[in-house]
C-alpha cells in the first residue's frame, strides 16, 4: 500500500520572508507598481496564503517599512553606552547591507504611506538620528553635528540605491570609511567657499505643452505620481482635463517628458562644471558643486527623476537609464583620476554615497537653496567620496 505524501511543512519564519521578499518588491518596482501576487511568487505561494498573513498591499507595505527601521532602531539602541561612533556605524552598515535589496523603499516610496504611519516611521527614524548625532557630538563636536549625522546616515543608506556587485566585508569597510569622513567635515568652515557655479537656466514654459510640464513636476514631486490625476494637472493649468490629450497621450507622458528634462539639465551642469585645466581633486570638487546646485536648485524634478522611473515602461526609460550610467561614469572617471588606488567598483560605491549624502542633507535642510547650505553640502559630499 502506498503511503500518502507528506504534507509541506509551512515554514516558521513564512511572515518574516514575505516581508523580505515583499520589502525587495516595493523597493525595485515601487509601492503602486507591486503587485501581491508577484511577491506571493516570490515566496512561492499562492496570492490566498498571503492574504492569510496581511489583509491587503497597504498592510504588507507599512509592515515592511516599519520592520527596517525598527532593526536599525535596534542596531543603535543595542549598542552599549562605552560603544565607540566607528562601532555604531558599523552595526548600522551590517543591518543596512544585509537588507540592500528592501532598503530602496524608503527613500522615495514612504512618501505613500498613510500620515499616521508616516509620523510614526519618522519618530522612529529620528531615535537612530538623535543616538547618532549625540555620538558625533561626543567624539566630533563642532558645528552642524545632526546635519553631519543626518549625511553619514545617507552615506551608508546608498548602498540601496545601486546594485553594484562587491564583497560584504569591502562594502562594510567602505562604507564606515565614508560616513566617518562625513562626520569629521566641516561644513561650516566651507561657506563662501565653494565653486561659483553656472547651472543652466531653469526652463520657461513658452508653450502650453511645457505649461503642462511645469504644473505636473510639483504635484508629482509633493502626492507621487500615482496619486495625481490628470484633472489635478489641468486645473494647475487652467485647462480642461481632455484638453491635456491634446499635447501628451497619457499622464506616463508627462512624467518621461519630467524624467528627460532632469536628465537634459543635469549633464549640461556637469557639461559646465568641468574644466580640463583643474587638478583631478579640483576636478572632483567642481563636479560635486555642480551637483549639489542642480539638486537644490532643481529638487522637485530631480526628485521626480529619481523617484518615479522604475514606473515608466520599458521603452520609455531606456534612454533615460542610459543617461544616468553616463551620469555615473563622468563621476567614476574623475574621482578615479583623484582616487588611482580605488578600483571600478569601489569609485562607483563611493560615487553613490556622495549622491545619498546629497539627498538626506538636502531634505533635513528643507531644500532652502542659500549659498551655505550648497557650501556646505559639498563638503559633506567631498568627505563621503574619502578625498
Known amino acids: 500500500m502506498t503511503a ?8 516558521r519564519n513564512r511572515k518574516q520572508l514575505i516581508i523580505e521578499a515583499a520589502g525587495q518588491v516595493f523597493s525595485e518596482r515601487g509601492y503602486h507598481a507591486a503587485s501581491m501576487e508577484e511577491i506571493a511568487a516570490g515566496v512561492g505561494i499562492s ?26 532602531v535596534a542596531a543603535v539602541a543595542e549598542a552599549p553606552p562605552e560603544a565607540s561612533l566607528a562601532d555604531v556605524f558599523t552595526a548600522v552598515i551590517r543591518v543596512t547591507v544585509a537588507h540592500r535589496a528592501s532598503g530602496g523603499l524608503y527613500r522615495w516610496e514612504a512618501r505613500y504611506l498613510e500620515p499616521a504611519d508616516r509620523r510614526t516611521l519618522r519618530a522612529k527614524f529620528g531615535q537612530v538620528v538623535e543616538r547618532m548625532t549625540e555620538m558625533v557630538r561626543r567624539e566630533h563636536p563642532g558645528p552642524d553635528d545632526r546635519l553631519r549625522a543626518v549625511a553619514a546616515l545617507g552615506a551608508i543608506g546608498s548602498i540601496a540605491m ?9 562594502i562594510e569597510d567602505l562604507l564606515l570609511t565614508s560616513a566617518l569622513r562625513v562626520v569629521t567635515a566641516d561644513p561650516a568652515a566651507a561657506a563662501g567657499s565653494a565653486l561659483v557655479v553656472q547651472l543652466p537656466e531653469r526652463p520657461v514654459p513658452r508653450t502650453r505643452r511645457a505649461e503642462i510640464l511645469a504644473a505636473a513636476i510639483p504635484l508629482f514631486a509633493r502626492d507621487g ?5 490628470n484633472v489635478q494637472i489641468a486645473q494647475a493649468v487652467g485647462l480642461a482635463p481632455s484638453a491635456i490629450y491634446r499635447h501628451y ?3 506616463v507622458d508627462i512624467l518621461a517628458a519630467a524624467c528627460l528634462q532632469a536628465a537634459g539639465l543635469l549633464a549640461q551642469a556637469v557639461d559646465r562644471s568641468l574644466d580640463p585645466a583643474a587638478g583631478p581633486r579640483a576636478t572632483v570638487v567642481a563636479l560635486a558643486a555642480a551637483y549639489v546646485a542642480y539638486s537644490f536648485e532643481h529638487n522637485a524634478l530631480t526628485s521626480v527623476a529619481e523617484a518615479e522611473i522604475a ?5 520609455l526609460q531606456r534612454p533615460l537609464i542610459l543617461a544616468q550610467r553616463e551620469h555615473i561614469a ?10 588611482p588606488d580605488l578600483d571600478a567598483r569601489q569609485t562607483r560605491l563611493l560615487v553613490h554615497a556622495g549622491f545619498g549624502v546629497v ?4 531634505r533635513a535642510l528643507r531644500w532652502q537653496n542659500t549659498p551655505a547650505h550648497r557650501d556646505a553640502v559639498t563638503a559633506l559630499v567631498i568627505g563621503a567620496l574619502t578625498l
Open 4 to 11: 500518502e505524501p507528506t504534507a509541506a511543512t509551512r515554514p
Open 47 to 72: 496570492a490566498a496564503a498571503l492574504y492569510r498573513h496581511f489583509p491587503n498591499k497597504y498592510a504588507l507595505f507599512a509592515e515592511c517599512a516599519n520592520v527596517m527601521v525598527d532593526r536599525l
Open 162 to 170: 545601486h546594485h553594484t556587485s562587491i564583497a560584504q566585508r569591502r
Open 225 to 229: 505620481f500615482a496619486n495625481v490625476t
Open 249 to 251: 497621450p497619457g499622464k
Open 311 to 315: 514606473g515608466l515602461p520599458a521603452g
Open 330 to 339: 563622468v563621476w567614476e572617471q574623475q574621482l578615479r583620476r583623484a582616487r
Open 359 to 362: 539627498v538626506e542633507a538636502g
